[in-house]
């Protein structure tokens, strides 16, 4: 995942700074899925991964 | 044709009033930056950028840049750490522009520069190296580096002021840093007058005169004729020595203004119920009251440290935001009061723009 991040980021410029924080880690009222499980920065994406990247309702 | 803006931080998004050189006829832009929570707003003298910075729960903090007075925006944080072994940057709380460079003072307390127009940023060690810093807690509000003053002609000169810490200044471009809070009490101390954990609310520079400043602290109003190195007391006069805001005349040294509320325990609200600014002309050796066109009963309203701004104008404006969203102008130095807007967010900040 973090590697996917990024890649993310070499398209869009500065998006990784509003994913992830120190540590590093996902911000804290951002979640992400692999496969619809609940994911870190350290879960394996594989080259059919399909990658959720959702707000969490706790942060608003 | 003069073009007069209030540029308006809320934690909805920042709010852009356009009016003209009279003062008193305004339009509405808003909310802008993504309606993130926004903390100040400040114009980069060099450039006449807007910059807005604040952070999102979401997605963390970031410097917001208008280079076209508020329509364009873009954001960036780049460089915006303490480093993975470092505390995590929960948002920011100031943003000025001084000499080429921009800074930023965030929380938990510290300060970052850019120096290629808010793209990328760097931390200012030296801050955070500060040998009292072991010492550093929070107040009610955070550990928050919340004010930033530059030297006016010395770029390698400026102080800022931490929440319960103090005020602190650089002579080296920020290498090295030293607390002056002499003079000051430190509230919630059991000494009086330690060197840091002075909660310093707000420090203004008296009309660009780098040795003199004044400052409104938990403990009360103060002023320095030393760059901050020694503070005397000057609350005598007002109704209550605690507050948030204070603002400071543009061209007179003499003249500021403060906004007064209630000790912590009575709620930080304004005095009786009656708001109410309150101007010196002779330093803080007394204050007058001003609440003509300010509700004067019933007003529970608290106004927070940068939601008091001037313009340079002759006579200068006056404007400020509450805590529950009202918005005050005034055009004769703070004597009468106008509506501006009644039903904005919570106020935390306000600046002024005038564009010839």
Redesign the interface.
Known sequence: MAEAIDRLDEVAPGIRNRLVDAGPSIRRHINVFVDGVPASLATPVGPESVLHVIPAVSGG | MTRHMLLVGTPKGAFLFDGDASRRSWSLRGPLCEGWPIHDLSVDPATGAILAAGG?????P?VFRSDDLGSAWS????G?????D????ATIWNVTAAHGAIWAGVEPAGLFRSDDDGATWSHVAGLRDHPSRPGWQPGAGGLICHTIVPHPTDPTRMWVAISAVGTFATEDDGATWEARNRGVVAAGSPEPHPETGQCVHKLVMAAGQPDRFYQQNHSGVYRSADAGRSWEDVSAGLPSEFGFAMAAHPRDAATGWVIPMTHPEEGRLAPDGALAVWRTSDRGDSWERHGDGLPQENAFIGVLREALAVDRLDPVGVFFGTSTGQLYGSTDEGRTWNVVAANLPPIWSVETLVVD
Do not use: M, Q
């Open positions: 999102s729960p979401w997605y963390g970031a954001h960036s944080s780049e915006l750490t303490y480093g993975d470092g505390p995590k940057i």
